[in-house]
């Protein structure tokens, strides 16, 4: 019982590290796409983005740093308020909040 204990355990170990590298792939891809995007002067730069959303935030809120989703072509920038996260969602070409998450 317990090798079938110890065996379940290591599959499921070799299951959730095969699982950390593909997620880290997709952050990449993103990545790759926004610059890709931002380079034919489809989307704003995030230096951009984040100098217009970061002032317009409450005092005290602590700025975590972003994600970018190709196919809506928005950033999501992610912020921390008293333990809490918030997320808010940015048209990449123009800048505009379109929502924001608490």
Known sequence: MKTISAFV????LAASIGAVPAQ??????DQQ??????QAGRILPIRDIERRIIPRM??????????YDPTAQAYR???I???RMIWVDVDAQTARILRVSR
């Open 9 to 12: 355990a290591a599959v499921a």
């Open 24 to 29: 880290a792939q997709q952050g990449r891809g």
């Open 33 to 38: 796409s926004a610059r890709a995007e931002m």
């Open 58 to 67: 409450e005092q005290g809120d602590e700025y975590i740093g972003f994600e």
């Open 77 to 79: 920038l992610k912020f």
């Open 81 to 83: 308020r008293n333990g």
